[in-house]
C-alpha cells in the first residue's frame, strides 16, 4: 500500500488528525502517522525557508532579510511563487514496510469518517481520503 500527500496538505492533515477521537491501535497508527507527517513538516519548512533565502538574500545572522512591514524581502516576487508553488505540489510518499498496517488502519479510519467538516478541514479530510482511495488501487498491484 501506498499513500501520496501533498507537501501543501501536511499541515491541515495533521490538524485533522489530531482532532480525531480514537482509541486502541486506530490512536496509536494515527499517532505513528502523525509523526511521519510532522516530520516531513519540518524537512519542508527548512527546505521552504532556503528556497525563501535564496530569494531574499540573507542578513548578518544568517536569516532571511525582511521588509520593515517584517514581510520577507522577495525579490524576483512571481519567480519565487512559482518556484514555491512547483515545490508544494510535490507529493511525500508513505509505503508498505513496517508501514503497511498502520496505513491500512488509516484507510479504514478515513473511510468510515462520517463528521461534518468545512473549511480546511473539509479539504484536509477530501485529501486525505483521495490518497488512501488511490492507494487501494496501488494495494491491488502490490503484494504487500
Known amino acids: 500500500m501506498q499513500v ?19 482509541k486502541g491501535k486506530q490512536s496509536i497508527h494515527r499517532t505513528r502517522f502523525i509523526k511521519l507527517l ?25 536569516d532571511p532579510n525582511k521588509k520593515d512591514d517584517g514581510s520577507f524581502a522577495i525579490e524576483d516576487v512571481p519567480e519565487f511563487k512559482k518556484q514555491q508553488g512547483e515545490y508544494l505540489s510535490e507529493y511525500y510518499v508513505i509505503e508498505g514496510g513496517d508501514a503497511h498496517g498502520m496505513l491500512k488502519t488509516l484507510k479504514g479510519i478515513i473511510e ?27 494495494g491491488g498491484e502490490e503484494s504487500c
Do not use: R
Not at 532556503?50 to 542578513?59: H, N, P, R, S
Not at 473549511?119 to 488511490?134: S, Y
Open 38 to 62: 510532522s516530520e516531513k513538516l519540518k524537512q519542508v519548512s527548512e527546505e521552504e525557508l532556503q528556497l525563501i533565502k535564496e530569494f531574499a538574500g540573507i542578513d548578518a545572522n544568517g
Open 4 to 22: 501520496n500527500i501533498q507537501y501543501s496538505y501536511l499541515v491541515d492533515s495533521i490538524h485533522f488528525l489530531s482532532s480525531m477521537n480514537l
Open 112 to 138: 468510515n469518517f462520517d463528521k461534518e467538516v468545512s473549511g480546511k478541514e473539509a479539504d484536509a479530510f477530501e485529501h486525505l481520503f483521495t490518497a488512501f482511495e488511490n492507494s487501494q488501487e496501488k
